[in-house]
């Protein structure tokens, strides 16, 4: 079946701009994530969703970055007043409600890479 | 924070060549996670360990789960032009399961 689509795949934007990133999780899953990734890093938790629950938003670096879950499918971010420190790639997972031995597999989409000029 | 330290960070070797990697902690993780990142493409779990001691194969992939709970090796045998990528380690934050924690990345290229 479709796995995790994310867009754009690529962004290039200016400083102090605004961007939205896209995440299409697979379908009946019931948690979203959203990781960080700077060049040549591990991935860092930004915020997660889980059903109809308030999200986790405690790995957002700062309040220009919000996300929102509409409809228990489709999760934006949003970074406002874009930095050149905010260029890497946004990655997307999402995994079903709690699978076996109660770990969550999560499944990556193919990341939008933002670069800030 | 828990962090997560993997070694090598990268590894050069010839087509064929057995290849071994390691994860450590200074802290406990439950449970140890292998996912392997393509170029332009988000990270694929490779294997998940669940008990401290367990051995866990995945075709010619074995991953170690540490008896201590604070490390874990990954082992790729006889490796192939399509092993090339980028291996993290990841673990479940004590904040919550959900918020995976992950090394640096070991970047494995191969010579034909």
Partial sequence: GAGVSQSPSNKVTEKGKDVELRCDPISGHTALYWYRQSLGQGLEFLIYFQGNSAPDKSGLPSDRFSAERTGGSVSTLTIQRIQQEDSAVYLCASSRDRGTFGEETQYFGPGTRLLVL | ?112
């Fill in chain 2, 1 to 112: 924070g828990q962090q997560l330290n993997q070694s090598p960070q990268s590894m050069f070797i010839q087509e064929g060549e057995d290849v071994s990697m390691n994860c450590t902690s200074s802290s406990i993780f439950n449970t140890w996670l292998w996912y392997k990142q393509d170029p332009g493409e988000g990270p694929v779990l490779l294997i998940a360990l669940y008990k401290a001691g367990e051995l866990t194969s995945n075709g010619r992939l074995t991953a170690q789960f540490g008896i201590t709970r604070k490390d874990s090796f990954l082992n790729i045998s006889a490796s192939i032009p399509s092993d090339v990528g980028i291996y993290f380690c990841a673990g479940p934050g004590v904040q919550g399961a959900q918020k995976l924690v992950f090394g640096q990345g070991t970047r494995l290229t191969i010579n034909p």
